[in-house]
């Protein structure tokens, strides 16, 4: 199945926030790997096979980036309710930079700050 370029850096920047869960001691080597892969791509280069290949390595990173790409996009903050109930939305922040995306799941979770560049992460809305 062939994914959208936009979709793949969207799950790399998606990511980062579980890496230590994912990952343990690999976790930092990981996000670096990750935050210049997306400056990469931000200054126009073709990254998303290489942020794919990284992600694929290990496998929960794996598990976790083929249910973000899927179509029930559980990791993105939204799920199927059973019955005839709705999707679910929990409130998106990125880095003004555009190299990390965080979900607030939870009403009054701190908002974190960008590992890579030290900032406050804003609403995506803004």
Same mark, same amino acid.
């Given at each position: 199945?062939?994914? +959208?370029?936009?979709? =793949? $850096? ?5 990511? *980062?926030p579980?890496?230590? @869960?994912? #990952? ?5 080597q ?19 096979? +290489?942020?794919?290949? =990284? $992600? ?5 990173? *794996?598990?976790?980036?083929? @249910?973000? #790409? ?34 607030r ?22």
């Amino acid at each position: 199945m062939a994914f +959208q370029p936009e979709d =793949i $850096l969207e799950g790399g920047r998606s990511i *980062r926030p579980f890496l230590p @869960e994912l #990952l343990g001691n690999d976790a930092v080597q990981v996000d670096k790997q990750l935050a210049e892969l997306l400056a990469q791509a931000k200054a126009g280069q073709q990254v998303e096979q +290489q942020i794919l290949e =990284i $992600l694929k390595s290990y496998p929960d990173t *794996r598990n976790w980036i083929a @249910e973000f #790409l899927s179509e029930q996009q559980v990791s993105k903050g939204f799920q199927q309710l059973p019955g005839s109930g709705e999707a679910l939305s929990a409130q998106k922040y990125i880095c003004p930079q555009g190299d990390y995306v965080w979900y607030r799941r939870v009403v009054g979770a701190t908002i974190p700050t960008c590992p890579t560049h030290g900032v406050l992460l804003i609403p995506a809305d803004q």
